[in-house]
């Protein structure tokens, strides 16, 4: 509702803006000064010496497979020549690639290098490392209660157009009864619609969920439910395959939430886990016609070790195995 000084009708009164408390203006404040210093924005961002803004940036382009730096900075809300300088230093440092656009040759298409990748993972296991510190020393209850509470805030403080865009931001959270057989489901829906997989695929894969559940290893394994706006759209878990190997298995992501990113932030989840919890490797299984999942396994360092065709699901295909080493 446009909340102007032009009257919506013949009679109706002017609608005015409501004059902002100073104590409310001084809570958010103070909550700001408190926040960023726990959160350690006021030092040296995640140990590097990126400011926020250019560790911020570092992590968009690791998150999707390639960007426009107009649109990046549009995105961000970050002045053009400000984007610039930041992408120019990436670029000496040799951890971006820089491409003309195919539809439009006046704009650059930027993405990360594997050096650029590398730089770029220890800041993401660190601050999957500093979150962790600020939530251990609570309950789980109390865990929760500040999840919910930072969601609540986002989304009252999101203006009207960009609510949207702000909801699309994934939640992750723990499965809880009730997701495997959502797990099972998405997979035999998917694969059958896009690649004509017959039902044994969803008799595998409810086995191996069957498997997890039943063997859980909570010291060792650990499982992803990414939500949007409260719906269920992706998943992923890591297994104990051996004491030096995890295994990544059941990534599955809803159509409705491709474009977003989520397939590689799942994926990012496993890796950092498994590096904090000791692992030398990191293994999964696939197919050659998984293109999408294959391209984030190749840009985080995965290697093809193994490549075999089977006849399965009732196609012939080719399984492969990839590597990671942690």
């Known amino acids: 509702m446009n909340t102007s000084d032009k009257g919506i009708g013949k009679g109706t009164a002017t609608l005015t803006p409501v004059p902002v408390p100073v104590d409310a203006v001084n809570a958010v404040r103070r909550f700001n000064r408190f926040f960023t210093r726990r959160i350690g924005v006021l030092d040296p961002y995640l140990g590097s010496d990126l400011s926020l803004t250019g560790v911020r940036v570092l992590y968009e382009l690791a998150h999707r497979e390639t960007h426009v730096a107009s649109e990046l900075a549009r995105e961000l809300g970050l002045d053009g020549g400000y984007m610039s300088r930041i992408l120019r230093r990436f670029e000496v440092a040799g951890w971006i690639h820089r491409s003309s656009s195919a539809k439009d040759a006046r704009h650059n298409v930027i993405s990360l290098t594997p050096a650029g990748r590398a730089s770029f993972e220890p800041l993401q296991q660190r601050s999957h490392d500093d979150a962790t ?10 865990r929760q209660e500040v999840v919910d509470a930072m969601e609540r805030i986002e989304t009252l403080l999101a203006p009207a157009p960009e609510l949207a865009a702000t909801t699309r ?27 004509g997989w017959d039902s044994r695929f969803e008799a595998l894969v409810a086995d191996i969920a069957s498997q997890f559940v039943r063997k859980f290893q909570p010291a060792w394994e650990k499982g992803w439910i990414a939500e949007l706006d409260g719906e269920r759209v992706g998943a992923v878990f890591v297994v104990r395959k051996s004491p030096t190997t995890a295994q990544l298995r059941m990534l599955i992501l809803a159509p409705k939430a491709r474009g977003l990113g989520l397939g590689a932030r799942l994926t990012d989840e496993c890796i950092a886990f498994a590096r904090a919890k000791g692992y030398k490797k990191m293994v999964l299984w696939t197919n050659s016609c998984l293109t999408a999942a294959r391209g984030i396994y190749g840009q985080r360092g995965f290697r ?5 065709p089977y006849e399965g699901f009732g196609l012939n295909l080719v399984g492969e195995t990839w590597e990671l080493k942690l």
């Open 133 to 142: 510190a600020l939530l251990a020393p609570l309950t789980p209850a109390r």
């Open 169 to 195: 931001m994934a939640v992750f959270r723990d499965p809880v009864p009730g997701d495997m057989g959502w797990v099972v489901q998405q997979h035999g829906e998917i694969y059958w619609r896009e690649y």
């Open 304 to 308: 093809l070790v193994k490549s075999e």
